[in-house]
């Protein structure tokens, strides 16, 4: 029903900034709640951030409060992630998902993008 493209990514050092973008697919969405997750190889996926199709709302995982960001332009079918004061255990790949009617929850994405690497080194 969507598509995701992450981008963004790269190599940084501790306390650099970066802002993951996700570009999407389709005239419909505004009415995704938009995600971004990572992963470490072995790991599972882990929430990091959420924001609710309309804007109004946003999640965060605790150990990303206050240096993450998320925020979404519909206008571009576009959402962000801006990462601010990054640490060598935000090292993952990053992925961008998307779901219908979602939020609050975090288990109901459906949809996946390839991810980004996000490489911190200390």
């Known amino acids: 029903q969507v598509q995701l493209v992450e981008s963004g990514g790269g190599l940084v050092q501790a306390g650099d900034s970066l802002r993951l973008t996700c570009t999407t697919s389709g005239r419909t969405f505004s009415r995704y709640d938009m995600g971004w997750f990572r992963q470490t190889p072995g790991k599972e996926r882990w929430f990091v951030a959420a924001?609710?199709?309309?804007?109004?709302?946003?999640y965060y995982a605790d150990s990303v409060k206050g240096r993450f960001t998320i925020s979404r332009d519909n206008a571009k079918n576009t959402v962000y992630l801006q990462m601010n004061n990054l640490k060598p255990e935000d090292t993952a790949v990053y992925y961008c998902?998307?779901?219908?009617?979602?939020?609050?929850?975090?288990?109901?994405?459906?949809?996946w993008g390839q991810g980004t690497q996000v490489t911190v080194s200390s």
């Open positions: 998902g998307a779901g219908r009617y979602t939020l609050p929850t975090t288990s109901g994405f459906g949809s």
């Open positions: 924001i609710r199709s309309s804007g109004d709302s946003t």
